[in-house]
């Protein structure tokens, strides 16, 4: 087991241990849970789930929802039950591979369906040093593979949704096209006025309506840094700190 440290999540809602070195996580998986919209009595599936951060928000922030993770890399996954048990989350994690799932999980449907894939293609760039960062940053599992393997875990009418790069916006949007519908997509803004750099994609099992591309959700305030600390903006602060949602905007007829 790595040396790990134990961080703070949700304004100290959620306490999670995390590897010393190597990949840990930061404020995506915790934007992408607060976009998922589920209710209490659904259940949610997190792929990819690493130690739990973005399963453990979505527990902590519908209360009543059954939330569940799958996490390939043994170490993570342990971390993962860790801290689902001291943070008394409804959230079972499943050791397996996306295309190897346990038998347990392939039996099961899900409400809501939510990953943080692997951001850069290892044809396009340089590998981590360090193995466990390389597995969550580094893509082994080809993207295509993802959403096919989120979309045969969803129930008809339940949501998939991804958080990616947004260079690999037209790679996510082909894939998506082909398993799901009603797909809409947010991009993340640094700062009002700047190209996004991630964007959060979210596609409907059996859904119909057109693709819908959301005006940007702004992450920090001002043109610029110009002090020491965050300066996110108030709304992405209650995401962050107060557990609030995220919700995508209401469709334009």
């Known amino acids: 087991m790595p040396e790990t440290r134990r961080d703070a999540f949700l304004g100290g809602r959620l306490h999670v241990h995390q590897p010393v070195s190597g990949y ?39 209360p009543g929802a059954a939330v569940a993770g799958l996490e390939r890399h043994p170490a993570y996954a342990a971390l993962a039950r860790r801290n689902a048990r001291e943070n008394a989350a409804d959230f079972t994690v499943f050791e397996g591979d996306l295309d190897r799932m346990p038998a ?6 899900f409400d809501h369906v939510l990953a943080n894939p692997p951001y850069f293609r290892r044809d396009a760039g340089t590998a ?27 129930r008809p009418g339940g949501t998939v949704t991804f958080i990616q790069r947004a260079a690999r916006l037209p790679e996510l949007l082909s894939v998506m096209a082909e398993q799901l519908g009603s797909i809409e997509a947010l991009p993340l803004l640094p700062r009002g006025g700047r190209a996004p750099r991630l964007v959060i994609v979210r596609g409907r099992k059996g859904g119909r309506a057109e693709f819908c591309l959301h005006a940007g959700w702004i992450l920090h305030a001002g043109e610029r840094h110009e002090k020491d600390g965050e300066n996110y903006t108030k709304a992405t602060a209650s995401v962050l700190r107060d557990a609030a949602p995220l919700p995508f905007p209401a469709r334009v007829r």
């Open 24 to 62: 840990r996580a930061g404020v995506d998986p915790v934007l992408l849970a607060a976009t998922i919209p589920a209710r209490a009595g659904e259940q949610v599936l997190d792929l990819g789930c690493g130690v739990g951060v973005a399963g453990l928000c979505v527990a902590q922030r519908v």
């Open 104 to 109: 347990e999980l392939r039996a099961r449907r």
């Open 128 to 154: 981590a040093a360090d193995p466990a960062r390389e597995v969550a940053l580094g893509e082994q599992t080809p993207l295509a593979h993802w959403v096919e393997a989120a979309s045969r875990r969803t």
